[in-house]
């Protein structure tokens, strides 16, 4: 039996190519700039799995590949997976939990630490040569230690950022999720708050839910109302479960005092985004999993991922469809 073709968008690293040989025939896109939609169409002809990170995976794509049996992404989110066409088309969708939560934990405690303690902007200050001795108030940041931090979706990258801020930071963790973890709030001695009450309470609110239908700008102009004026927001999850028009006057108009993001509604952010002009917000370009360890174990995933969707043999995280 010949084996399954597999088409990636990416170049992927030797040690994955060398995996994938022994399974499937793996042709690549090694170009720098990214495949047009109708370049793709054309590659994915007789292929029976591609793998992607972003890659928009809807009816019209799937009306014009008709041999594709599945698609790996490699990401843990899969917001770009249109799972009613790829269910109606019956294929196979799965993606990479797990091998990134640690990394996206990371990078979210040192957004709460560069807002708070302003670290790009007093960088930059030190680098420019204005640092003057004098009045160093200006130059004050606000605590994280012992502070309380609300955490909005305990998945498992939310359950690994409460660990770091709890032992990490001595902070007050309190989280709002869809159903109670009363197992994880004993074991990392969290508090399960109503959103508003969490919204209300914390000084550090860190939004962490895929994107789904019920997530859409779930932060919109209402909840930034109820949040204290000194407390710092973080986005590392995706702009689109954020209201940025909203945000942003929250931040403009002092509703509250800053903020750091690693996701945004548009991506890349625009040049004249106003997020860009605020010295209270700190803007990272989407590198919540974004170390060479991770991406190449995200990678190695998906591509066993994409063996087992394609052989059968081996089991693979298939996405919720
Ligand atoms: C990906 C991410 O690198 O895994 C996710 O959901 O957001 C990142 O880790 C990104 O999606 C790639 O486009």
Not at 26 to 41: C, G, S, Y
Not at 155 to 162: C, L
Request: proline share 3%; net charge negative; glycine share 6%.
């Amino acid at each position: 039996m010949s084996q399954p073709i597999v088409f990636s968008d990416k170049p992927l690293s030797k040690e994955i190519q060398t995996y994938l040989a022994n399974h499937v025939k793996l042709t690549m896109w090694e170009e720098a700039h990214k495949l047009k939609r109708e370049q793709l169409f054309e590659k994915l002809q007789g292929v029976d799995g591609f793998m992607t990170s972003g890659e928009l995976i809807n009816e019209e794509l799937l009306q014009k590949t008709h041999s594709l049996r599945a698609v790996s992404t490699i990401s843990v989110g899969y917001d770009h997976f249109d799972l009613d066409a790829m269910r109606k088309h019956q294929i196979i969708g799965t993606h990479t939990p797990y091998v990134l939560d640690d990394t996206v934990a990371d990078l979210v405690l040192s957004l709460m630490l560069a807002t708070a303690r302003r670290i790009p902007e007093l960088d930059a200050l030190t680098k420019s040569g204005c640092w003057k001795k004098g009045d160093s108030r200006q130059l004050f940041g606000v605590d994280v230690h012992h502070k309380k931090l609300g955490i909005i979706g305990m998945g498992r990258i939310g359950e690994k950022i409460a660990k770091r801020a709890k032992f990490g930071f001595d902070m007050d963790v309190s989280y709002f999720n869809r159903n109670r973890k009363e197992d994880v709030e004993q074991q990392l001695g969290l508090h399960y708050q109503e959103l508003e009450v969490l919204l209300s309470e914390s000084d550090f609110i860190v939004l962490m839910v895929p994107l789904t239908n019920e997530t859409k700008q779930f932060i919109g102009a209402h909840e930034f109302t109820l949040m204290k004026p000194t407390s710092i927001f973080i986005n590392a999850s995706r702009g689109q479960t954020v209201d940025e028009e909203a945000m942003t006057e929250a931040l403009l108009t002092g509703e509250i005092l800053a903020a750091g993001l690693d996701v945004y509604e548009q991506e890349p952010i625009h040049p004249t985004n106003p997020l860009l002009n605020l010295k209270n917000v700190v803007t990272l370009p989407h590198i919540g999993s974004a170390t060479s360890e991770t991406r190449d174990a995200m990678a190695m995933l998906a591509a066993k991922n994409i063996v087992a969707a394609l052989t059968g043999a081996g089991a693979c995280y298939k996405v919720q469809n």
